[in-house]
């Protein structure tokens, strides 16, 4: 293999596996240490830079950083990254005087339709360089779906108030109960560019006999979500039925169990493991006493003279074709009906653009999407701009921050009369951590904890008020010994090989066995090579130039505890233990010397 | 010197031995000696050789003197029987022991101050006498603990750090334990694993006196230009006679080389060893043969390793003594004192 060229940006990045799986590329790493340290604050900081709603997510987040964590391939739970964001959410002190100040306006006009995650980032990017921003959504506060869809007892008002809060007043214009009906009509008010961010507000229906008799007791899930959120609906009958797998069917079960519903189950087509829902949504939605049954079909709603009684449903089972393609078919056992008095429908959501004509300028694909470039965010027409679910459909809330980033900076490149193809490269930072002989600047004895348990409010109080938070957080203690859990994977191993002397000393002390001195070969040569075996191939070879003996130092980035030991038994300093902070561009933040292109 | 203790996690794919121990399960405590220190190398190697050979820890004596090398059994197998005697005492020590209780593995661990100046006596006698033990110098030609002044095993001619040229003659271990008649006599180099491992485990299968001397070049102290124990050195006057395949188990043995090329050893403990000749015309039975070797080629400044010189066939101190067979410690009363018709029986025959 070639010598791996660690000036290449990605190297480092993929080896943080956590901030490589964000969308955002939150740098998860440092943020965790200065929870550790007690800067509740700073880390605060570097969650609001990246993604924007740092208290928001660190409730709701989806968290593909967590199944990335080095953590889990190393013991059995990977780092609780997810709560300790909302930790420095809790724990922060004001830090109104840390955001960007309104500053005077340039001139250019954006307007926003839909005021939630993703136009919410666009805006926050925007406003500071001096963009009129204006947002405008139907419903009469900003957050979108966040506000509507996700219950309280998940995510309180007054996180929601506070981080949009910190948006609109760096000096965004929100028109509340404004809901655009054509976008000719906006792109008549000659705005310099619109961001479409109006999310997939359309819950999938389920069109099987009986629908449309026993319609007063199904309800299609994320409106009445939203129902529920504004006041609007405050019960349901004691029997309910959730059709779907995912988290929305979460969220309605759990909220369900809120309004009266005392038989409460969720029903899904697949099997419980293949559920879309997360495994720890799932966790709650069984605490509270939810049965979920999987594998029924519902074929028909079941009423009597249009008022629901039940719902029939199809016993199936998974069948795999020759190239593992799942089909759900017919078990051959006889229909079963479930008695309910109501039906929340829970099976999927989609995009729906009445309200852009058809001559706009946007063209769309068969599915009935926007055309959107997905790099740089731009439709056909050069001036709108798509992002968050209305860009490339149902998504979690971080995808909607990380594609308004990249959307925030091909408008404010069109609008200085830039190339919005060329996207500069993120800003990267690497230093020593070397404090003495054997001191560094992090914490690098590996701590053996377990996962902490995020403590929950108690059942019977929790299912009293649907107001109530049910997680209540880290205490300081907890998320103390959660953030040591930490390997510090941003803290690299670099190695030098005109310093090393070929001593075998890192071999002897690696924990892991991730190096291993060896003849060079072909990747898959190497990998067989190694100390230890190399069962991700997806991880990547650290491989050095050739040695004094012709040999190669060759690094498994596997499993990797960054303890930092190779370095601190190296007599020359060949290896070295560095920081690696990459800084994704936003827009205005860069100073472009180097740039990729977009295709 | 770490300041943290060796994490307890390891690498998820670990093989594990036929105890179900992997490799980490025979570690102790992280090394207190100096980053890069060779001895660190020839601890990884008895780790690996212990646990490629199965062994339980708690069959296993180490027995060391004083000295860095005489610390190391602190880093390795950290669940055996361990005495660190005083300087140059080790042999006596493990030679005490053994007589009291043969059912143990003996690794006697020791440096080139240790036993060729201070102990050298000890070593002598232990090695004449043929106790069954792996006897292991770690030998960097000097004495790291005082700041690096020459050892005994230094050549004459090399420098030391500071330039100044040693001119005593060396004492070569090898040499000395091959005229003593130890019955395994091996030469290594802790950067060279692929050969010491299976140096250390055939050792350690060996019934009698072994001994290897493994060259463990002092990184504080003895890795300079101008030194013959510094790693550069060794790499470029390593003359290696022949490489070893330590195979456990009595399954026959295929090993896919060209005739010719390959002896088989069967050890005392029905262990085999596959040795891959490099230097065609080197003979391991041969003990005058290996001498003569041995200084012909000191003579040209290189390094002979590899296995130098095996008897298979040989005895151990118990077996020239005809000693009780159980450990000392077993014997009841009845026994040691079998009562006065025994005595009178005994006194009879002396008569």
Not at chain 1, 171 to 192: P, Q
């Amino acid at each position: 293999m070639k010598p791996t060229d660690i000036a290449a940006p990605d190297y480092f990045h993929k080896v943080v596996d956590c901030q490589w799986a964000c969308p955002a590329h939150t740098p998860v790493p440092e943020y965790i240490r200065l929870i550790a340290q007690g800067r509740y604050s700073d880390a605060y900081m570097i969650n609001w830079k990246s993604n924007v709603f740092p208290g928001i997510l660190g409730r709701t987040c989806d968290r593909p950083c967590e199944p990335a964590c080095r953590r889990g391939r190393v013991e059995e739970t990977p780092v609780a990254i997810c709560r300790l964001k909302r930790v420095a959410a809790d724990f922060k002190d004001d830090i109104k005087h840390r955001l960007p100040k309104p500053s005077a306006k340039n001139g250019k006009r954006v307007a926003f339709v839909g005021g939630g995650p993703a136009s919410l980032t666009v805006a926050r990017d925007l406003a500071p360089l001096g963009y009129h921003c204006t947002v405008f959504d139907g419903d009469p506060e900003a957050g979108g779906m966040m506000r509507t869809q996700i219950p309280k007892f998940r995510l309180p008002n007054s996180v929601i108030d506070e981080e949009t809060g910190y948006i609109l007043n760096l000096g965004v214009e929100f028109k509340g109960g404004h809901r655009i009906e054509s976008m000719k009509a906006l792109l008549a008010e000659k705005y310099d560019a619109i961001f479409v961010g109006s999310g997939a507000p359309r819950g999938r229906e389920l069109d099987i006999p009986g629908r449309k008799e026993a319609a007063a007791h199904v309800h299609i899930g994320i409106d009445w979500l939203s129902s529920v959120s504004f006041g609007h609906t405050d019960k349901i009958g004691k029997r309910v039925i959730v059709l779907g797998g995912g988290n929305t069917a979460m969220d309605c079960c759990r909220t369900a169990r809120r309004l009266g519903g005392e038989d409460v189950k969720v029903i899904v087509r697949s099997g419980f493991e293949e559920m879309k829902a997360s495994p720890w949504e799932k966790e709650d939605a069984i605490h509270e006493d939810i049965p979920i049954l999987n594998f029924l079909v519902p074929v028909a709603f079941i009423h009597d003279n249009g008022k629901l009684t039940g719902i029939t449903f199809q016993k199936v089972k998974a069948e795999y074709d020759a190239k593992g393609r799942r089909n759900l078919v017919p078990s051959g056992e006889p229909d079963q009906t479930l008695e309910c008095d109501d039906v929340l429908v829970a099976v999927g959501q989609e995009n729906a653009f009445p309200w852009i004509e058809q001559d706009c300028g946007i063209e769309f694909d068969k599915w009935h999407m926007p055309k959107v470039d997905p790099k740089t965010f731009v439709s056909t027409n050069p001036k709108v701009f798509f992002g968050g679910d209305a860009a490339f459909g149902p998504k979690n809330i971080i995808w909607a921050v990380a594609q308004g980033h990249d959307a925030a900076l091909s408008i404010h490149k069109m609008l200085s009369g830039e190339d919005i193809t060329e996207r500069p490269l993120p800003e990267v930072h690497v230093s020593s951590q070397k404090m003495g002989i054997h001191e560094w600047s992090y914490d690098n004895d590996i701590s053996n904890d377990k996962r902490f348990k995020v403590p929950h409010r108690d059942k019977v109080i929790a299912l009293k008020d649907i107001r109530t938070e049910v997680e209540l957080g880290y205490d300081v203690k907890l998320a103390l010994g959660e953030a040591h859990r930490c390997l510090n994977c941003d803290v690299q191993t670099v190695f030098s090989t005109s310093l090393c002397i070929e001593c075998d000393a890192c071999v002897d002390i690696c924990p892991m066995d991730c190096i291993t001195f060896t003849e060079n070969g072909e990747e898959t040569d190497l990998r067989h090579l190694l100390k230890a075996p190399s069962p991700h191939p997806d991880q990547d070879l650290y491989v050095s130039s050739d040695l004094k003996t012709g040999r190669v130092m060759v690094k498994d980035e596997d499993v990797c505890l960054h303890c930092g030991l190779c370095a601190e038994r190296c007599p020359t300093g060949a290896w070295d233990m560095q920081k690696y902070l990459i800084e994704m561009t936003h827009a205005g933040s860069a100073c472009p010397t180097k740039s990729r292109s977009a295709a | 010197m770490t300041y943290i203790a060796k994490p307890k996690f390891h690498h998820p794919g670990l093989k594990k031995n036929e105890l179900g121990y992997t490799h980490r399960d025979y570690e102790g405590k992280i090394s207190t000696l100096c980053a890069g220190c060779g001895h660190d190398s020839i601890t990884a190697s008895i780790i690996e050789a212990c646990y490629e050979l199965s062994i339980e820890p708690h069959r296993v004596a180490k027995i060391s003197g004083i000295g860095c090398s005489s610390k190391t059994p602190d880093y390795f197998l950290g669940n055996s029987h361990g005495f660190n005697s005083v300087h140059g005492r080790m042999p006596s020590v493990l030679t005490g022991a053994n007589l009291a209780n043969r059912d143990l593995i003996y690794l006697g661990v020791s440096g080139d101050g240790d036993s060729a100046s201070i102990g050298f006596g000890q070593f002598a006698h232990s090695i004449r006498r043929g106790v069954n033990m792996t006897y292991i110098v770690e030998n960097n030609g000097v004495y790291g603990l005082t700041k690096g002044q020459f050892s005994a095993t230094a050549d004459r001619g090399s420098k030391s750090k500071k330039g100044v040229t040693n001119t005593d003659n060396a004492i070569d271990l090898v040499a000395i334990a091959l005229q003593l008649g130890a019955t395994f006599v091996a030469r290594s180099f802790s950067g060279d694993k692929a050969q010491l491992v299976p140096l250390i485990a055939a050792a350690i299968g060996h019934k009698g006196a072994s001994f290897i001397d493994v060259i463990s070049p002092c990184i504080a102290f003895n890795n300079h230009a101008g030194s013959t124990k510094s790693f550069d050195y060794v790499r470029e006057h390593n003359d290696a006679v022949n490489r070893l395949d330590v195979l456990v188990g009595r399954d026959p043995i295929a090993v896919d080389y060209a005739p010719g090329t390959v002896q088989v050893v069967e050890q005392h403990d029905g262990s085999k060893i596959a040795l891959r000749k490099i230097d065609a015309d080197y003979d391991p039975h041969d003990r005058l043969g290996a001498q003569t070797f041995l200084a012909r080629h000191a003579a040209k400044g290189q390094i002979v390793t590899g296995l130098l010189y095996v008897d298979p066939d040989a005895e151990d101190l118990h077996s020239h003594l005809n000693t009780v067979e159980a450990p000392l410690n077993t014997l009841e009363a009845d026994t040691l004192c079998p009562g006065s018709a025994a005595l009178d029986k005994f006194n009879a025959s002396l008569r």
